[in-house]
C-alpha cells in the first residue's frame, strides 16, 4: 500500500495553519543570510550602522550572490549558478530568500567593488577596530591576516582567480566570497589610515578597474550589487570618471527619518550604503547589459513562490488574524482576511493569469485569536507614499540620490506582498458526521444510534412537500408576489389571493 488513506482527514489545532503547495521549499538559513540580519533586537541597532548595516545585510551573500548552485549546492561544482537574472523566472525556491517579505538587494551591471569581512556572529559583535574586518581571514601559509589597505600597500594591487582564492577571499560585490566565508557578513571596503576613512564625509570605495583595486570607481560588471547613486540637486547621478558612484547615507547627523546616524567625519565608523531592494524593482534584467528596472508584478516573476494545484482533506482548528480598525479617513487598519483566509497561504496561486487551486474537502473551526501568529494580513499601510529609509527624499539634508520610482509591485492595492490568493474549491466533508476519526471531532458529532448509520444526503424532488411549499412561498414585503420566479417555481403552486 503506498498510496495510504484517502478519506481520512488531518486533524489540525494551532494558534495559526498556513497551507503549502506541493512545490513549497522550505530552504536553509545561509540561502537568504538569516543569521547575519538583526535578530538581537534594539540593542543592536546602533553597533550594526557603526559597522556599516541597516536591520538586514540584504541578502548580499545569499541565492543571487553566484554562490550557489540550482540544485542549492554551494560551489564550486557542476550546476549552473544562480544570479540575479535568474529569478525571471522560477529558480531555487527559498523560505529564507524569495518570500518577498526579506529584503534583497538586486544586482546587475554595476561597477564591482572589492569587499571585506569580519568572522564574528552577529555583525554586532564586530568591533570598530578595523581589523576586524580583512580580505583574507584565512591566511595562505607564509602569510598573515590583512585588511585591504595593508594588502594594497604591500603592492599587491592585481584581482584574479588566484589573488581571490588565496588574497581577497571576501571576494567582491560581482563576485562570491570563498565558501568558507559564505555565512559571515560581508561590506564594500573604503581606504583608511591609521584607522580612520579616508575622505570622511566624501570617502571613495576600492572599486576594481581591469582586474587593479584602486580608489574610485570600478568598471560595471554583471551581477554585481546595485546601489543607490549619489546624485546632484538636479537628479543627476554624480560620477567618478563615467561611474556613479553609492550614495552614502550616514553623512549628516540623522537621515531624512530623523533617524541617528554615526556621522563619517573624524570617525572609524563605516559609510552606510544605500542598497536597491527587489520591493523597489521587480522586473529582472533583461541581460547582463542591463539593470533590473522596470514594472511587472511580483508574482509574474521568480521572486515569489509559484505554488501548484494542491488537494488538502482537513479539519482546521485555529486561531484568526486580528483586525485593526479603519480610521475616518480609511488610511489605516485592515480586515484579517475573512472567513477563505482563516487558513493563511504563502506562495503566488496564480499563474500565467490562471488561478491554481486549493482543494479542501473537511472542516474550519475559529477557536480564538491568533496569540503568536499576529502579523498584520496586510502588512504595508495604505498611505498615499509610504516614508522608509529607501525612499527618495522630498527634501535633501546634504544631497538627494537616484533609484527607482516603483516600489511594492504587489497585488491587493499594493499591500500583499507575499502571496496572490488561491481559487479555493473547498466543501464539508459529510464523512465527519458519521465517521468521527478523533476525540476533536466528536465534539461537534452525534454518535449514531444504531450499528448502522444512515445519515447521508438526497436530492429531494421539486413534488417533495417541503420543497413545494418552500418554493411557492410569498414575499414578506409584497404580499401576492411569489418569491421565486416562473420558469423555477413549481406548476401547482397554489394561486396568489
Known amino acids: ?266 570617525s572609524t565608523f563605516e559609510p552606510l550604503l544605500m542598497p536597491v531592494l527587489q520591493l523597489q524593482t521587480v522586473k529582472p534584467a533583461a541581460g547582463s547589459a542591463d539593470l533590473p528596472t522596470g514594472g511587472e508584478l511580483v508574482k509574474e516573476t521568480g521572486w515569489l513562490p509559484r505554488a501548484t494545484a494542491t488537494s488538502f482533506h482537513l479539519i482546521v482548528g485555529s486561531g484568526d488574524s486580528p483586525s485593526r480598525a479603519l480610521d475616518p479617513a480609511n488610511t489605516t487598519g485592515e480586515s484579517n482576511g475573512g472567513l477563505q483566509n482563516l487558513p493563511r497561504f504563502l506562495e503566488s496561486w496564480q499563474i500565467n493569469g490562471t488561478d491554481t487551486a486549493t482543494d479542501i474537502k473537511g472542516s474550519f473551526v475559529q477557536l480564538n485569536r491568533s496569540a503568536y501568529s499576529t502579523a498584520p494580513y496586510q502588512p504595508i499601510l495604505p498611505t498615499p507614499t509610504l516614508t522608509s529609509l529607501f525612499e527618495r527624499p522630498t527634501t535633501s539634508p546634504i544631497d538627494a540620490y537616484t533609484a527607482p520610482d516603483k516600489k511594492y509591485r504587489t497585488d491587493g492595492a499594493g499591500r500583499l506582498p507575499y502571496f496572490f490568493p488561491p481559487q479555493r474549491d473547498w466543501g464539508f466533508d459529510v464523512g465527519l458526521l458519521s465517521q468521527p476519526p478523533d476525540l476533536f471531532t466528536q465534539r461537534f458529532t452525534t454518535p449514531p444510534r444504531q450499528t448502522q448509520p444512515d445519515e447521508y444526503f438526497r436530492e429531494v424532488g421539486r413534488d417533495d412537500e417541503w420543497v413545494q411549499t418552500l418554493m411557492c412561498a410569498e414575499l414578506a414585503a409584497t404580499p401576492n408576489t411569489y418569491a421565486v420566479d416562473a420558469p423555477f417555481r413549481p406548476t401547482n403552486c397554489p394561486p396568489s389571493p
Request: net charge neutral; glycine share 10%; proline share 9%.
Open 1 to 266: 500500500c503506498t498510496t495510504g488513506d484517502n478519506w481520512r482527514p488531518a486533524t489540525v489545532l494551532a494558534d495559526a495553519v498556513t497551507l503549502l503547495s506541493g512545490n513549497y521549499r522550505f530552504g536553509f538559513r545561509n540561502e537568504g543570510d538569516f543569521d547575519l540580519r538583526n535578530n538581537a533586537g534594539a540593542a543592536a541597532v546602533q553597533p550594526r550602522k557603526e559597522q556599516g548595516f541597516y536591520h538586514n545585510n540584504f541578502v548580499t551573500n545569499g541565492l543571487t550572490s553566484g554562490a550557489f548552485l540550482s540544485d542549492g549546492n554551494l560551489l564550486p561544482g557542476t550546476g549552473t549558478a544562480l544570479i540575479d537574472s535568474a529569478y525571471a523566472t522560477p529558480q531555487l525556491n527559498s523560505s529564507y530568500f524569495n518570500n518577498f517579505v526579506t529584503p534583497v538587494q538586486r544586482r546587475g551591471l554595476f561597477p564591482e567593488y572589492l569587499m571585506e569581512t569580519c568572522i564574528k556572529l552577529p555583525v554586532s559583535e564586530c568591533g570598530k577596530d578595523p581589523t576586524d574586518w580583512v580580505v583574507n581571514p584565512i591566511p595562505v601559509v607564509g602569510d598573515t591576516v590583512k585588511t585591504a589597505a595593508e594588502v594594497l600597500a604591500s603592492g599587491l594591487t592585481a584581482y584574479n582567480p588566484t589573488n581571490r582564492q588565496n588574497v581577497f577571499q571576501a571576494g567582491t560585490t560581482a563576485d562570491p566570497p570563498i565558501p568558507a566565508l559564505q555565512r559571515f557578513p560581508r561590506r564594500v571596503a573604503f581606504p583608511r589610515t591609521a584607522g580612520n576613512l579616508n575622505g570622511g564625509a566624501t570617502p571613495q570605495p576600492y572599486g576594481i578597474n581591469g582586474g587593479t583595486v584602486a580608489p574610485g570607481a570600478g568598471t560595471p560588471k554583471a551581477n554585481s550589487l546595485w546601489f543607490a547613486t549619489t546624485a546632484t540637486a538636479s537628479g543627476t547621478s554624480v560620477t567618478y570618471g563615467n561611474t556613479p558612484l553609492p550614495f552614502v547615507v550616514n553623512r549628516n547627523v540623522t537621515d531624512w527619518n530623523g533617524k541617528t546616524l554615526p556621522v563619517l567625519t573624524s
